[in-house]
């Protein structure tokens, strides 16, 4: 059982990369967008890219972040 979530947290990890390399290009020192969770900091300058990756077709567990 545990081979099927290594699975699918790879997979996810995978699905994030585009989001994640913008968000890095714009100053973000994140590895996951699970790093935005929770942020003491604010982030204003991220919200367009959020936005622009939100329009995208990704996962219902990439988007629930």
């Not at 099927?4 to 714009?26: F, G, N, S, T, Y």
């Not at 020192?29 to 990756?53: A, E, F």
Request: charged share 30%.
């Amino acid at each position: 059982m545990s081979d099927i979530w290594a699975i699918r947290d790879a997979r996810l990890l995978e699905e994030e990369q585009p989001i994640v390399k913008d968000l890095r290009e714009a100053g973000a020192s994140i590895t996951s967008v699970w790093d935005l969770v929770n942020s003491r900091s604010g982030y204003p300058n991220l919200v367009p890219i959020l936005m622009k990756h939100l329009q995208l077709p990704y996962s219902d567990t990439k988007r629930d972040c």
